[in-house]
């Protein structure tokens, strides 16, 4: 199992421009959510999906939109970057609710300038 | 609203113990988690504590969780140099959802 994957490692965007940042999982889990890392400030969940068709928001879901069309993927796209979206993005899996561990992907580095 | 707090920076000599400590809001947080942090690296989870619980240990991790004090304590015994890591305290919020709060993270530097 490759486990979780994010595309692209690292990634500079000019603002007001748009990008998806691709995440996907092979082990049929059915929980992905989206998180942000800055510094000082732990992580801040954006959105998350309990099952394919399903997405609801985090703490901090402004600027960004996701969805969730398969099991496997979830995309989280940045409509019009901002100089406040610069962050390390993580995505996470787990099989469900409860005490299901969250397998965290490498991380997507992201710089707007 | 949820807030989970954390001292930022501890240094141990390697073979001592380290704590970290963790103060949590929701009282109604089912479990709560210890991640790690390697540099460069994503999360990942070194353990779990369930609320109706005070501690848990495997192997050189304990846990220690005051419910009243709303208090979350990790402690590694005989620390490494490869526990040099960034550490995360996180409480599941929201019941039946896998929603994580995470804490701000406490660095943790073992000097040899």
């Known amino acids: 199992n490759a486990g979780v994957t994010q595309t692209p490692k690292f990634q500079v965007l000019k603002t007001g421009q748009s990008m998806t940042l691709q995440c996907a999982q092979d082990?049929?889990?059915?929980?992905m959510s989206w998180y942000r890392q800055d510094p000082g400030m732990g992580l801040r969940l954006i959105h998350y999906?309990?099952?394919?068709?399903?997405?609801d928001q985090g703490e901090v879901p402004n600027g960004y939109n996701v969805s969730r069309s398969t099991t496997e993927d979830f995309p989280l796209r940045l409509l019009s970057a901002a100089p406040s979206q610069t962050s390390v993005y993580f995505c996470?899996?787990?099989?469900?609710?409860?005490?299901?561990?969250?397998?965290f992907g490498p991380g997507t580095r992201l710089t707007v300038t | 609203g949820e807030d989970v707090e954390q001292s930022l920076f501890l240094s141990v000599r390697e073979g001592d113990s380290s704590v970290i400590n963790c103060t949590y809001t929701?009282?109604?947080?089912?479990?709560l988690y210890w991640y790690k942090q390697e540099p460069g690296a994503g999360l990942q989870l070194l353990t779990y504590?369930?609320?109706?619980?005070d501690m848990k240990q495997d192997q050189r991790l304990t846990v220690l969780l005051n419910k009243k004090d709303k208090h979350l304590s990790l402690r590694i015994a005989d620390t490494q140099t490869g526990d040099s890591a960034i550490y995360f305290c996180?409480?599941?919020?929201?019941?039946?959802?896998?929603?994580?709060?995470f804490g701000t993270g406490t660095l943790l530097a073992v000097q040899p």
């Open positions: 996470a899996s787990s099989y469900g609710a409860g005490v299901n561990e969250q397998y």
């Open positions: 082990m049929n889990h059915e929980y």
């Open positions: 999906s309990v099952g394919a068709g399903i997405t």
């Open positions: 929701d009282s109604s947080s089912t479990y």
């Open positions: 504590i369930f609320s109706n619980m």
């Open positions: 996180a409480e599941m919020f929201g019941g039946a959802t896998n929603k994580l709060i």
